[in-house]
Nanobody, 124 residues
Framework: QVQLVESGGGLVQAGGSLRLSCVAS????????MGWFRQRPGQEREFVAA??????????NYADSVKGRFTISRDNAKNTVYLQMNSLKPEDTAVYYC???????????????WGKGTLVTVSS
């Protein structure tokens, strides 16, 4: 049974930082591209960042809204993907989800497995 479990969310002031973690089990982690998505209140789930399955030279992709502020990384030895979020803004408030896919993509429908999410709240 595949499980993705996010952690690290919380309340932070604008300009602050948080690091989200997602631990995967039940799948060959190194073979999956890992992505982060978020869903803001009343909005559809949107792509945030993704990192390919190539562990050492893995390609990354970011939404324009987070480029230069967020960094995705992965540790294949720990079956974990991270999202370092700096210079947080109130509009970053959302539930953040990690997801796994065998097809490099920024489309939620391309992802096979999802975590339950972790809430990030950025106060102004």
């Amino acid at each position: 049974q595949v499980q993705l479990v996010e952690s690290g969310g919380g309340l932070v002031q604008a300009g602050g930082s948080l690091r989200l973690s997602c631990v995967a089990s039940g799948l060959m982690f190194r073979n999956y591209d890992m992505g982060w998505f978020r869903q803001r209140p009343g909005q559809e789930r949107e792509f945030v960042a993704a990192r390919t399955a190539i562990s050492l030279s893995g390609a990354t992709n970011y939404a324009d809204s987070v480029k230069g502020r967020f960094t995705i990384s992965r540790d294949n030895a720990k079956n974990t993907v991270y999202l370092q979020m700096n210079s947080l803004k109130p509009e970053d408030t959302a539930v953040y989800y990690c997801a796994a896919t065998t097809a490099s993509s920024s489309w939620p429908t391309s992802y096979d497995y999802w975590g339950k999410g972790t809430l990030v709240t950025v106060s102004s």
